[in-house]
C-alpha cells in the first residue's frame, strides 16, 4: 500500500473511532489554497473540533503525536481559520484542535485521542 492509501485508511479509522464517541462529522479532507488540509472537522457535542490524524507503523522514528511539531499545529490554525471563513453555515461558540494517532498494523491499531492537543 502505498503512503497516500495507508493515510487514507488511518483518516477513515480514525473518523469511525469518532463517529463511535458520538462525534458528528462536518467535514473532511478540507484544503484551504496553498496552507494545506485539516483532516476531520467534527462536532463534540456543541464544540467544534479540527482533528489531525497521524498515523506510524512502529515508533522507530518517533510517536504519531510527535510528527506534530509547532509549525504543523502553526499551519492547522490557519487552516481553521480559512474554514471558519469560507464555512460561514458551520456555528460554534468554542473550538479546539485533536490529535488521533494511530499506531501499529492496519490490523491491529492502536488509537490516542489527544482532546485539546493544542491551542
Not at 518517533?62 to 471558519?84: D, N
Request: with cysteine; hydrophobic share 35%.
Amino acid at each position: 500500500m502505498d503512503a497516500r492509501s495507508t493515510g487514507y485508511s488511518a483518516e477513515r479509522l480514525a473518523e469511525c473511532y469518532l463517529i463511535e464517541q458520538g462525534y458528528h462529522i462536518v467535514a473532511r479532507n478540507f484544503h484551504f489554497g496553498r496552507y494545506g488540509e485539516i483532516d476531520l472537522v467534527a462536532y463534540d457535542g456543541t464544540v467544534l473540533v479540527f482533528v489531525e490524524v497521524k498515523y506510524r507503523r512502529s515508533t522507530q522514528y518517533g510517536t504519531p503525536e510527535e510528527a506534530v511539531t509547532e509549525r504543523k499545529r502553526a499551519q492547522l490554525r490557519r487552516i481553521a481559520e480559512g474554514f471558519l471563513y469560507t464555512q460561514p453555515h458551520v456555528h460554534a461558540s468554542e473550538y479546539r484542535f485533536d490529535v488521533i494517532a494511530i499506531e501499529g498494523t492496519v490490523g491491529k491499531p492502536v488509537i490516542r485521542h489527544w482532546k485539546d492537543a493544542f491551542w
